[in-house]
């Protein structure tokens, strides 16, 4: 026969012969308990098929096993993986992660900030929009929670910051493409408004003047998340009027780098490195479908796994100090240049 289906803990304290109290206190801490209270509650368990309801028991919890991540876009590959890698290393640590979407709205992480309020989260892993994140809505979280911010910061919010050292990698970037052809170009979208945007273009300013190189900075109308579709329509109007001084173009990331290959492939303009090719193309982020391209894509790798497990190391650390770090901590990776056929 199978196990009787208990509804509630209430049902199981009261098959099991134990306090509900006791109970609770179990399953919060199994070590709390008796050895041989603890012996009866899992005897029962074994009976019966009761599993807890986790988030009503955090509710009466003052601290919880939840851990809130927020992403800008799940639907983006780039931020799926590295939520991901984070999801596990919480998992690995014994912790319940909720990780949530703002699907592209800075509107919605203020809502999921929101929504993770009322879960009394043990803290809080965000990587925000930046500018265009509701500075409000992020102060205050970080006023009740333990915070830690990855991929993207804000100043004087958060207890640490952790992601990748755009100064190093594009610097890198620009290094090898002036010494194996022209200098590059520099391709972003007008509006972008998220620090590792601004930080790349500021980088690679900085990186051309050190190479003795002109810099040469074009940026892309358009909003939004979009970023093959504006690279595409965008590039493929500057390809058209032979906008580009060089030969050579660097993009500000990979998905936008993906959208000016797809528009020069329409213009009949063969992309690679070599005496028969028509231009060069190269991104920053090793996009997951980079490496699929046609031809694949030139571009920097950031160190997934390192900015995974160093921003839940960071926050673990808080929770364990039981306070806020009195001052906030950066940790940024340098990238690693990934060399394929499109430079």
Not at 36 to 64: C, G, S, W
């Amino acid at each position: 026969m199978g196990r009787s289906r208990i509804r509630n803990m209430e049902e199981f304290a009261a098959v099991s012969g134990i306090s509900r109290p006791t109970v609770s206190k179990y399953f919060n801490d199994p070590d709390s308990v008796r050895a041989t209270t603890r012996a009866k509650i899992e005897d029962a368990l074994k009976r019966h098929d009761y599993q807890p309801n986790v988030f009503a028991m955090n509710q009466n919890r003052r601290t919880t096993k939840n851990i809130g991540i927020v992403v800008p876009n799940l639907a983006d590959p780039f931020f799926s993986e590295i939520g991901r890698r984070v999801e596990l290393a919480c998992i690995d640590a014994g912790f319940s992660p909720i990780l949530l979407s703002s699907h592209g709205k800075p509107s919605m992480e203020r809502e999921n900030l929101q929504s993770l309020r009322a879960l009394k989260p043990a803290g809080i892993l965000l990587a925000p929009f930046g500018r265009i994140s509701d500075a409000k809505a992020v102060e205050e979280i970080d006023d009740d929670f333990p915070l830690v911010l990855f991929d993207a910061n804000i100043r004087d919010v958060g207890q640490a910051f952790v992601g990748t050292n755009n100064d190093q990698s594009v610097d890198l970037m620009v290094e090898y493409l002036c010494r194996s052809g022209e200098p590059p170009c520099f391709f972003e979208v007008e509006a972008a408004k998220n620090p590792n945007a601004n930080k790349r273009r500021h980088a690679y300013l900085e990186s051309m003047e050190r190479h003795g190189q002109e810099p040469h900075i074009y940026q892309a109308k358009g909003d939004g998340w979009n970023f093959e579709e504006i690279g595409s329509a965008e590039g493929g109007r500057l390809l058209a009027s032979k906008a580009f001084k060089t030969n050579t173009i660097l993009c500000s990331n990979d998905r936008l780098a993906i959208g000016l290959l797809s528009a020069a492939f329409q213009q009949g303009l063969k992309v690679g490195h070599g005496a028969e090719c028509d231009i060069r193309i190269a991104g920053h982020d090793d996009h997951p479908f980079s490496r699929f391209t046609c031809p694949p894509l030139t571009t920097i790798a950031q160190d997934y796994e390192a900015i995974a497990t160093r921003a839940v190391s960071e926050l673990f650390s808080l929770l364990d100090e039981g306070a806020e770090s009195s001052d906030k901590s950066e940790t940024m990776f340098d990238g690693r240049l990934v060399m394929r056929d499109s430079a």
